[in-house]
C-alpha cells in the first residue's frame, strides 16, 4: 500500500553537509501521518534520528540536535533531512519510516551517508 523511497546519501567530508530526501507512494486508505529518519551504524542497533508529526511538530535524537533539521511536504508526501556539521559518527545507513493513520509502519531500503575524516 505505500513504497518509501530514499535519496541523497552519499559521502562527504567531516564538517560537510547532505541532504536526504524521502518519498511515500500512498492511496488515500492509507494515508501517512508521522514521517521520520532512522540510521544504522556499523555494529550498533537502529536508533531514531529525528520524526515529525502531520502537523509539523519535530524531534531530535540530543547527538544531532541543532546540526540535522527535518522537515515535510504534506501534499507531496515527502519528508527530508538537512544535515549540516556532519561527523565521521554520523556515518551510517539512514532510513525513512512512515507511519499511516491507522499506525502501520513502512519502511525505506535506506541509503549510505559516509563522512570522513
Known amino acids: 500500500q505505500v513504497q518509501v523511497v530514499e535519496s541523497g546519501g552519499g559521502l562527504v567530508q567531516a564538517g560537510g553537509s547532505l541532504r536526504l530526501s524521502c518519498a511515500a507512494s500512498t492511496t488515500f486508505f492509507a494515508r501517512i501521518n508521522d514521517m521520520g529518519w532512522y540510521r544504522r551504524a556499523p555494529g550498533k542497533d537502529r536508533e531514531l534520528v529525528a520524526a515529525?508529526?502531520?502537523?509539523?511538530?519535530?524531534n531530535y535524537t540530543d547527538s544531532v540536535r541543532g546540526r540535522f533539521t527535518i522537515s515535510r511536504d504534506n501534499a507531496r508526501n515527502t519528508v527530508d533531512l538537512q544535515m549540516n556539521s556532519l561527523k565521521p559518527e554520523d556515518t551510517a545507513v539512514y532510513y525513512c519510516?512512515?507511519?499511516?493513520?491507522?499506525?502501520?509502519?513502512?519502511w525505506g531500503k535506506g541509503t549510505l551517508v559516509t563522512v570522513s575524516s
Open positions: 515529525i508529526t502531520s502537523g509539523g511538530s519535530a
Open positions: 519510516r512512515v507511519t499511516t493513520i491507522f499506525d502501520v509502519p513502512y
